[in-house]
C-alpha cells in the first residue's frame, strides 16, 4: 500500500506513532466484526479524508500483504455512508463522489436528517459498528473513547474512533506526507468545513492586506496554531436574507477577527551546550517577551544539536508555517558553529562568498582573517541580507523569512533587537500588531472539577488563549486569558463565572 510505505519512510516519528496506534484500532475492529458488519462515515472534510486512507491501509494490513499484492485499490468493500446536505458546499460534494469513484467506494447516499437516516440504514443492513473521524476538541468528542457505544436515544451501535487522539498538525502531516488529495477548499483557506450558512475562510490565514481588493487566504495546513482550526465556524446569514454574507462567532464577527490577526514568528536555540544543560538559555525566554510585546504570537521554540541536518530540518519545518524565524547560536568559525550552513541547506542553496561581510569581518578581527578566504564570510547564495546599523559591529543576516542573530546573552540581544526594530520597522516586515491583553484569575477548584468547562470555554472562544499553571502542587490554580480584545476577555470571564458558584474565581494581578 502506497500509504503505508509513505509514513514507513518519513522522519515524523510523531506521526508514524499516531498512524501506527489508529492502524491497531482499525485492526482490532475489523477482527471483532465482519466486513459487513462495519461501515465508514464520510463527510468530504479532511478527519474523513485521513480516515479513509487509514481504512484503506488498515483494511488491506488486516487481510495479509500477500492474500492483498494483487488487489485493485478500487477493492474497498467497507460500507461507506454519505450524509448529502442541501447546505453542503458544492465542493464538498464534488470531492466526495470523486473520491467515491476514484477508490471504489459503496455509497450509501442519505438526505434525511443524520439521526433518522441512520435509523433506516441500520435497520435495513447489518452494520454493528461505525468509524468515524472524530477527533478531541470537535464538539462531539466530549466524554468519547477510541471505542464508544452510541448515545442513549440513539440507534445501537459502536462508534469506533482511530484519531480521537490526533491533533490539527497530525491531520495535515499525513495528508501532506501521504500526498493525499483533499477538498479544495482547504487551499482557499477553510480550515473546518460545516455547511454554507455557518463556514468561512479563517480570518487568521487572510494575506493581503488593502481594503479595497479582494481578500486571499493561505492554505489552511499552514495555519500555525491549530487550537484556533474552528475560527471559520461563524454564524452566516444566507446572502438571498441579507444581501450580503456577515458572520457572527460567538460575538467576534469577520472584521474583528481580521483585525486581531495574528503575525507568528519561532525562535531556534542551536547548541549542545543548551541539551546539555550546562548553559541556559537567556535569549529564548528575552526573544519571546519582545515579540510578545509587539503583538507576535510566538508558536513554538525549539533547541537543536549542533550539527547541519538538525538545523535545516528545524528551519525547514518553521519557515514554511511562520511569518519570522528567529535563529541564534553557532555563528563563528568553530567546528560546532553550523547555523549558516543548517540555513543554506533548508533553502537548498550552497553557502558562497560574501565580500561584504568578509570585509566587515576584516576589519573586526584584523590579522586573524588569513587565506583568501573567511569561511565565516560564506553565506547562503542568493537569499542574504546583511542589515546595517550603525551600533552594530557587523550586520544582522537576514534569508528570505529567516533572522539569524548574533547575541549569546540577554544584555546583547536587547543591543540587536533595538537595531533590527528600526531597521525593519522601516521596511513593514517587523509590523507593529496590535497588543495582546491579559488577565489571571486564581481558584481553589481542582483541576477535575473545571476542566471539563474550561474546554469548552476554549470552543466557545476560539480567539482566545485560555490557559492554566500552578506556581506549586500546593498552591491554587492560576488561569490566563490572553487575546487582542479586552472585551472578548471580560466576556469568556463572565461565560466562565456563570458556569460555577459566586465567588469561586478571583482576579489578581498578571505580574
Same mark, same amino acid.
Given at each position: 500500500?502506497?500509504?503505508?510505505?509513505?509514513?514507513?519512510?518519513?522522519?515524523?516519528?510523531?506521526?508514524?506513532?499516531?498512524?501506527?496506534?489508529?492502524?491497531?484500532?482499525?485492526?482490532?475492529?475489523?477482527?471483532?466484526?465482519?466486513?459487513e458488519e462495519v461501515a465508514f462515515s464520510f463527510n468530504g472534510g479532511k478527519d474523513s479524508t485521513v480516515?479513509?486512507?487509514?481504512?484503506?491501509?488498515?483494511?488491506?494490513?488486516?487481510?495479509?500483504?500477500?492474500?492483498?499484492?494483487?488487489?485493485?485499490?478500487?477493492?474497498?468493500?467497507?460500507?461507506?455512508?454519505?450524509?448529502?446536505?442541501?447546505?453542503?458546499?458544492?465542493?464538498?460534494?464534488?470531492?466526495?463522489?470523486?473520491?467515491?469513484?476514484?477508490?471504489?467506494?459503496?455509497?450509501?447516499?442519505?438526505?434525511?436528517?443524520?439521526?433518522?437516516?441512520?435509523?433506516?440504514?441500520?435497520?435495513?443492513?447489518?452494520?454493528?459498528?461505525?468509524?468515524?473521524?472524530?477527533?478531541?476538541?470537535?464538539?462531539?468528542?466530549?466524554?468519547?473513547?477510541?471505542?464508544?457505544?452510541?448515545?442513549?436515544?440513539?440507534?445501537?451501535?459502536?462508534?469506533?474512533?482511530?484519531?480521537?487522539?490526533?491533533?490539527?498538525?497530525?491531520?495535515?502531516?499525513?495528508?501532506?506526507?501521504?500526498?493525499?488529495?483533499?477538498?479544495?477548499?482547504?487551499?482557499?483557506g477553510y480550515t473546518s468545513i460545516g455547511s454554507i450558512y455557518d463556514t468561512v475562510p479563517n480570518a487568521?490565514?487572510?494575506?493581503?492586506?488593502?481594503?479595497?481588493?479582494?481578500?486571499?487566504?493561505?492554505?489552511?495546513?499552514?495555519?500555525? $496554531?491549530?487550537?484556533?482550526?474552528?475560527? #471559520?465556524? @461563524?454564524?452566516? &446569514?444566507? /446572502?438571498? %436574507?441579507?444581501?450580503?454574507?456577515? !458572520?457572527?462567532?460567538?460575538?467576534?464577527?469577520?472584521?474583528?477577527?481580521?483585525?486581531?490577526?495574528?503575525?507568528?514568528?519561532?525562535?531556534?536555540?542551536?547548541?549542545?551546550?543548551?541539551?546539555?544543560?550546562?548553559?541556559?538559555?537567556?535569549?529564548?525566554?528575552?526573544?519571546?517577551?519582545?515579540?510578545?510585546?509587539?503583538?507576535?504570537?510566538?508558536?513554538?521554540?525549539?533547541?537543536?544539536?549542533?550539527?547541519?541536518?538538525?538545523?535545516?530540518?528545524?528551519?525547514?519545518?518553521?519557515?514554511?508555517? $511562520?511569518?519570522?524565524?528567529?535563529?541564534? #547560536?553557532? @555563528?563563528?568559525? &568553530?567546528? /560546532?558553529? %553550523?547555523?549558516?550552513?543548517?540555513? !543554506?541547506?533548508?533553502?537548498?542553496?550552497?553557502?558562497?562568498?560574501?565580500?561584504?561581510?568578509?570585509?566587515?569581518?576584516?576589519?573586526?578581527?584584523?590579522?586573524?582573517?588569513?587565506?583568501?578566504?573567511?569561511?565565516?564570510?560564506?553565506?547562503?547564495?542568493?537569499?542574504?541580507?546583511?542589515?546595517?546599523?550603525?551600533?552594530?559591529?557587523?550586520?544582522?543576516?537576514?534569508?528570505?523569512?529567516?533572522?539569524?542573530?548574533?547575541?549569546?546573552?540577554?544584555?546583547?540581544?536587547?543591543?540587536?533587537?533595538?537595531?533590527?526594530?528600526?531597521?525593519?520597522?522601516?521596511?513593514?516586515?517587523? &509590523?507593529?500588531?496590535?497588543?495582546?491583553?491579559?488577565?489571571?484569575?486564581?481558584?481553589?477548584?481542582?483541576?477535575?472539577?473545571?476542566?471539563?468547562?474550561?474546554?469548552?470555554?476554549?470552543?466557545?472562544?476560539?480567539d482566545l488563549y485560555i490557559g492554566c499553571h500552578r506556581k506549586s502542587r500546593k498552591e491554587p490554580l492560576?488561569?490566563?486569558?490572553?487575546?487582542?480584545?479586552?472585551?472578548?476577555?471580560?466576556?469568556?470571564?463572565?461565560?466562565?463565572?456563570?458556569?460555577?458558584?459566586?465567588?469561586?474565581?478571583?482576579?489578581?494581578?498578571?505580574?
Amino acid at each position: 500500500m502506497e500509504i503505508d510505505k509513505a509514513i514507513t519512510e518519513c522522519d515524523d516519528r510523531r506521526l508514524k506513532t499516531k498512524y501506527s496506534n489508529a492502524i491497531y484500532v482499525i485492526q482490532r475492529t475489523l477482527a471483532l466484526y465482519s466486513i459487513e458488519e462495519v461501515a465508514f462515515s464520510f463527510n468530504g472534510g479532511k478527519d474523513s479524508t485521513v480516515l479513509l486512507h487509514l481504512l484503506r491501509a488498515g483494511y488491506f494490513l488486516h487481510k495479509g500483504e500477500k492474500s492483498c499484492s494483487n488487489g485493485d485499490v478500487k477493492d474497498f468493500p467497507i460500507r461507506t455512508i454519505y450524509f448529502e446536505s442541501p447546505s453542503a458546499f458544492p465542493e464538498i460534494n464534488s470531492f466526495t463522489y470523486d473520491t467515491a469513484t476514484t477508490y471504489g467506494l459503496q455509497l450509501d447516499i442519505i438526505r434525511s436528517d443524520f439521526k433518522s437516516g441512520l435509523e433506516a440504514l441500520l435497520n435495513a443492513k447489518p452494520i454493528k459498528a461505525i468509524f468515524l473521524g472524530v477527533r478531541m476538541g470537535d464538539p462531539t468528542a466530549v466524554g468519547q473513547e477510541q471505542f464508544s457505544p452510541s448515545s442513549l436515544g440513539w440507534p445501537p451501535f459502536m462508534r469506533v474512533n482511530p484519531i480521537l487522539d490526533w491533533s490539527y498538525r497530525d491531520v495535515w502531516a499525513f495528508l501532506l506526507t501521504c500526498k493525499i488529495p483533499y477538498c479544495s477548499l482547504y487551499d482557499q483557506g477553510y480550515t473546518s468545513i460545516g455547511s454554507i450558512y455557518d463556514t468561512v475562510p479563517n480570518a487568521l490565514l487572510c494575506i493581503n492586506k488593502s481594503s479595497g481588493s479582494k481578500e486571499v487566504f493561505r492554505p489552511a495546513y499552514l495555519l500555525s $496554531d491549530g487550537r484556533l482550526e474552528r475560527a #471559520g465556524r @461563524v454564524k452566516k &446569514l444566507p /446572502s438571498s %436574507v441579507s444581501g450580503h454574507n456577515p !458572520a457572527v462567532i460567538n460575538g467576534l464577527d469577520n472584521v474583528d477577527l481580521h483585525k486581531s490577526s495574528l503575525l507568528t514568528a519561532s525562535a531556534i536555540a542551536v547548541g549542545d551546550e543548551i541539551l546539555f544543560g550546562t548553559v541556559e538559555d537567556q535569549i529564548g525566554p528575552s526573544l519571546c517577551r519582545k515579540l510578545h510585546s509587539f503583538g507576535w504570537l510566538v508558536s513554538q521554540t525549539a533547541v537543536v544539536r549542533n550539527d547541519i541536518d538538525s538545523v535545516a530540518e528545524e528551519v525547514e519545518r518553521r519557515q514554511s508555517t $511562520d511569518d519570522m524565524v528567529f535563529i541564534y #547560536g553557532g @555563528v563563528g568559525p &568553530l567546528h /560546532s558553529d %553550523v547555523t549558516t550552513a543548517g540555513v !543554506a541547506k533548508a533553502f537548498g542553496v550552497r553557502l558562497a562568498p560574501d565580500e561584504e561581510f568578509e570585509e566587515y569581518l576584516r576589519h573586526l578581527i584584523g590579522d586573524q582573517c588569513t587565506g583568501d578566504r573567511n569561511e565565516m564570510a560564506l553565506l547562503p547564495e542568493g537569499i542574504t541580507e546583511l542589515l546595517h546599523h550603525e551600533k552594530l559591529i557587523v550586520p544582522l543576516i537576514k534569508c528570505k523569512n529567516v533572522i539569524i542573530l548574533t547575541a549569546t546573552n540577554a544584555l546583547e540581544l536587547d543591543e540587536e533587537w533595538n537595531c533590527l526594530i528600526e531597521l525593519m520597522r522601516s521596511d513593514d516586515v517587523l &509590523l507593529m500588531m496590535q497588543s495582546f491583553v491579559s488577565k489571571h484569575l486564581t481558584t481553589n477548584l481542582t483541576d477535575v472539577e473545571i476542566a471539563r468547562p474550561l474546554s469548552k470555554l476554549c470552543l466557545e472562544f476560539p480567539d482566545l488563549y485560555i490557559g492554566c499553571h500552578r506556581k506549586s502542587r500546593k498552591e491554587p490554580l492560576i488561569l490566563y486569558f490572553k487575546g487582542k480584545d479586552k472585551d472578548r476577555i471580560e466576556s469568556a470571564i463572565e461565560a466562565l463565572n456563570k458556569k460555577f458558584c459566586p465567588g469561586a474565581f478571583v482576579e489578581i494581578n498578571s505580574s
